[in-house]
């Protein structure tokens, strides 16, 4: 059973970056049935896909966030990590590692998420 | 982007009742080629993360009671809990997973009475 765990800081200040890790458990980041990303949830804004790599290295990522995104990956301890720069208060939210299913060569439903990490924005 | 849209926002049903609630694509989430619907389910319970319930529209993932049922197809879906419990009282998402970015309904809350 697929297992996935955000960590970093709970509190940001505007215009600095975001830094998050998800470490994987129960199955290799290099694995090619699964698509690894983030997704957030915030009350003014529901749940908004933030963006998600796959094991050949292809990147999506949200156009919302306008260049401020960057995913990277730690094969050797099978984690990946999000950098979202330029905070403001509106990229407040809950923040969800998040894998989907690969089907016919795209991303299908999420099927495991992590418990997920409150990110605040705030000076 | 394509744009879920959930109705109603929220629900209160009676034990035993049944649920219904829908949710509609502003375009097409079918693809021909492979006959399926690009639609999932969600539930999410307080301080919990989403559960994936249904996928492919109306495939029930592994371990979901029966109860609950996912129809629909091109831009109308539903998901329907036959005989509504205690514990189905969550918040229910639609997600498209047919084109990034992908996207999710507002949500529905159910209460039961």
């Known amino acids: 059973q697929l297992h996935v765990q955000e960590s970093g800081p709970g509190l940001v200040k505007p215009s600095e970056t975001l830094s998050l890790t998800c470490t994987v458990s129960?199955?290799?980041?290099?694995?090619?049935?699964?698509?690894w990303g983030w997704i957030r949830q915030s009350p003014g804004k529901g749940l908004e896909w933030v963006g998600s790599?796959?094991?050949?290295?292809?990147?999506y990522f949200n156009p919302s966030l306008k260049g401020r995104l960057s995913i990277s990956v730690d094969k050797s301890k099978n984690q990946f990590s999000l950098r979202l720069s330029s905070l403001t208060a509106a990229d407040t939210a809950v923040y969800y590692c998040?894998?989907?299913?690969?089907?016919?060569?795209?991303?299908?439903?999420?099927?495991?998420w992590g418990q997920g990490t409150l990110v605040t924005v705030s000076s | 982007d394509i744009v879920m849209t959930q109705s109603p926002d929220s629900l209160a049903v009676s034990l035993g009742e049944r649920a219904t609630i829908k949710c509609k694509s502003s375009?097409?989430?079918?693809?021909?080629?492979?006959?399926?619907?690009?639609i999932a389910w969600y539930q999410q319970k307080p301080g919990q993360p989403p559960k994936l319930l249904i996928y492919?529209?109306?495939t029930r993932e592994s371990g979901v009671p029966d109860r609950f049922r996912g129809s629909g197809s091109r831009t109308d879906f539903t998901l329907t809990i036959t005989s509504v419990r205690a514990e189905d009282a969550a918040i229910y998402f639609c997600?498209?997973?047919?084109?990034?970015?992908?996207?999710f309904g507002q949500g529905t809350r159910l209460e039961v009475k």
């Open positions: 998040a894998v989907q299913s690969e089907h016919d060569s795209a991303s299908g439903p999420v099927r495991y």
């Open positions: 129960g199955g290799s980041i290099s694995s090619r049935n699964y698509y």
């Open positions: 790599f796959y094991s050949t290295g292809s990147t």
């Open positions: 375009q097409s989430v079918f693809l021909f080629s492979n006959d399926k619907n690009y």
């Open positions: 492919w529209a109306s």
């Open positions: 997600h498209q997973y047919y084109t990034t970015p992908i996207t």
